[in-house]
């Protein structure tokens, strides 16, 4: 869990505020057009630079050193032969489920763990690596971000809130705003493009390019669990399958190889052991329980709100989105301290305090209050700080003041309900990781995957992981992927 990032969001928007006063025209480098851009190239590095940090803390780094040198060397070697080889890229994978990459103006590109996973070869890897160094080199960002920055609002999945509770939830999205920026068609269509024309360059078939976006077109009508928001904010995949594979011919053309890479194998060894779908290690929900293995805590959540997990926050909400519940950690030492710290930094005025104790831990309880600027609505808070295990913990749920006493009830409930976590069964789990299997006769992929442990209604998100149909044929040799749990 990392420490909140209050300080950062305020200097992202007097960034954003500065950049917007400053508009200029500027050449595009990949069309060499004049054209109008919100941001000087100084600006771009500056707005990737600071909000590099809180993207990082909002998901986490995926630490694996092979993986991480692999896109890397790679996504070096791209930059250089890009329309900006001088830039200074900078390439992370983050801890997320979410199949997803994207770009922050001034060079930096991320991939999520899931994105990585549902790759089947380098060339797909590469052909989406282009497309967001292209974002970056046709500086659409730079273009376009300020609108939809300020547009940002209530963006964690499944937790719906009023307009009044988001800014407090928006705390652990810093910077995110960027994360899911939408870029016009236009723009999409010429990252494509470039995207093409990069992975060609450095010796990819950019036609498998093509064939990932059926695997993004498949996960997103499989719904459900990982929603690939790559997807959502582009344009329909079918026609840019079909243009990709255009492209990759003409570009194929151009350039003078007689091969091009796709290096299956090669990928998936990379991926094996990859952590796969949610990490429970990170904190999981279970029959109205939050778990956190790691940090060894636990406390009750209220039946049939909507929650999310991320690493500066949990948040809980009832639906329709009439209050909030957060659990975040305090930057302070004390818990005098940290409560300051929450009232000052909310501009919360203080109704009462006192010291308490919560299962045996030192704790305190807050009280207090604050009227919405804009909408002259009352809001109550009840926040109880627990220390715990050198950590300041705070459970924070706020209300409108006419609906504040029938949700203290269940602020009550699970505040109070903060506890050590000791049971061994909630501590000791593992996330799935990938594993690469090498057929040893031929076969069908389901009968593959049946015969290695995959059950009957996890079939189709394995075809698709794999990049085929349940009924492909798989000659002897070939690897697939399939998963397992391990330590
Ligand atoms: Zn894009």
Wanted: hydrophobic share 40%; proline share 3%; charged share 20%.
């Amino acid at each position: 869990m990392e420490k909140p990032v209050f300080l950062q969001i305020r200097l992202y928007i007097g960034l954003l505020l500065a950049a917007m006063l400053m508009q200029s025209c500027a050449i595009n480098p990949v069309t060499g057009k004049r054209q109008l851009m919100l941001l000087s190239e100084n600006q771009e590095k500056a707005l990737g630079t600071q909000s590099d940090p809180s993207i990082v803390a909002t998901y986490g780094v995926y630490e694996d050193e092979n993986l991480q040198n692999f896109i890397t060397s790679k996504g070096n070697l791209m930059g250089r032969i890009s329309h900006k080889p001088k830039l200074g890229y900078e390439f992370k994978i983050l801890d997320s489920p979410v199949v997803n990459a994207f770009a922050l103006p001034g060079g930096y590109v991320y991939f999520t763990r899931g994105i990585m996973a549902h790759f089947n070869n380098e060339a797909e890897f590469a052909g989406v690596l282009g497309h967001e160094i292209g974002h970056i080199t046709a500086r659409h960002s730079a273009q376009q971000y300020s609108r939809q920055i300020l547009a940002q609002v209530g963006l964690v999945a499944g937790v719906i809130l009023s307009e009044d509770f988001r800014q407090y939830a928006e705390i652990a999205n810093t910077g995110v705003g960027l994360l899911f920026l939408k870029f016009g068609r236009d723009n999409e269509s010429e990252s494509d493009r470039l995207g093409v024309e990069y992975s060609t360059k450095i010796g990819y078939d950019a036609h498998e390019m093509a064939g990932f976006f059926s695997t993004l077109h498949r996960l997103s009508e499989q719904g459900g669990g990982s929603i690939p928001t790559f997807l959502s904010t582009h344009p329909d995949p079918i026609d840019r399958e079909k243009n990709v594979d255009q492209l990759a011919a003409q570009w194929q053309r151009k350039v003078n190889r007689r091969e091009f890479d796709i290096e299956r194998n090669k990928y998936l060894r990379r991926i094996d052991g990859l952590v796969y779908g949610e990490d429970p290690r990170q904190g999981y929900f279970e029959s109205n329980n939050f778990y956190h293995p790691e940090l060894k805590f636990q406390f009750p959540v209220p039946s049939n709100w909507q929650t999310a997990n991320m690493p500066t926050q949990v948040q809980m909400a009832p639906e329709g989105g009439k209050a909030l519940m957060l659990l975040t950690l305090s930057n302070e030492k004390s818990l005098n301290q940290a409560a300051d710290a929450l009232l000052q930094q909310n501009q919360w005025q203080l109704v009462s305090n006192k010291n308490e104790r919560v299962n045996g831990l030192n704790a305190m309880s807050v009280l207090a209050q604050q009227v919405d600027q804009q909408s002259q609505q009352a809001i109550k808070i009840q926040a109880y700080l627990i220390e715990y295990n050198g950590l300041i913990y705070q459970l924070i749920g706020m209300a409108y003041q006419q609906d504040f006493n029938n949700y203290l009830t269940h602020f009550n409930r699970t505040m109070k309900g903060f506890k050590k976590l000791s049971d061994a069964s909630k501590i000791n789990v593992t996330p799935e990781r990938i594993k690469i299997v090498e057929i040893q006769r031929a076969t069908t992929l389901q009968a593959a995957l049946k015969k290695n442990g995959i059950s009957g209604k996890r079939l189709e998100e394995f075809a698709i992981l794999n990049g085929m149909q349940l009924n492909d044929q798989l000659a002897k040799g070939v690897l697939i992927k399939v998963v397992e749990k391990k330590k």
